[in-house]
């Protein structure tokens, strides 16, 4: 139902933009965020974006590099990452929630992750 795409490998400094689309039954009315987990680690909050795109809400680390938007008529969130640092690289994942929050066992429905790499 989700599909997360847009991942690869990029230098210190370089950007991505992440896609993921979802079945319209669970994107139109549903928060939108993003995750990420890097080898080693647990799985963390990267953005989050309200229903009708009006409010996000970003993880310190990422505030000022990251953008996250989303197109309602194509079903599809994105995230824009500027400024790429090797700290980034992880796992990325999309996943929907009733709600707006960061706590990761809200989010109802995860997409299948897309690997972001950034070499220093």
């Known amino acids: 139902q989700l599909q997360a795409s847009g991942g690869g490998l990029v230098q210190a400094g370089g950007s991505l933009r992440l896609s993921c689309v979802a079945s319209?039954?669970?994107?139109?009315?549903?928060?939108m965020g993003w995750f990420r987990q890097a080898p080693g680690k647990e799985r963390e909050f990267v953005s989050i974006i309200s229903w009708n795109g009006g409010t996000t809400y970003y993880r310190d680390s990422v505030k000022g590099r990251f953008t996250i938007s989303r197109d309602n008529a194509k079903n599809t969130v994105y995230m824009q990452m500027n400024d790429l640092k090797p700290d980034d690289t992880a796992v990325y994942y999309c996943?929907?929630?009733?709600?707006?929050?960061?706590?990761?066992?809200?989010?109802?429905?995860w997409g299948r992750g897309t690997q972001v790499t950034v070499s220093s």
């Open positions: 319209g039954s669970i994107f139109s009315i549903n928060v």
């Open positions: 996943a929907v929630a009733p709600i707006f929050t960061t706590t990761e066992e809200s989010f109802t429905s």
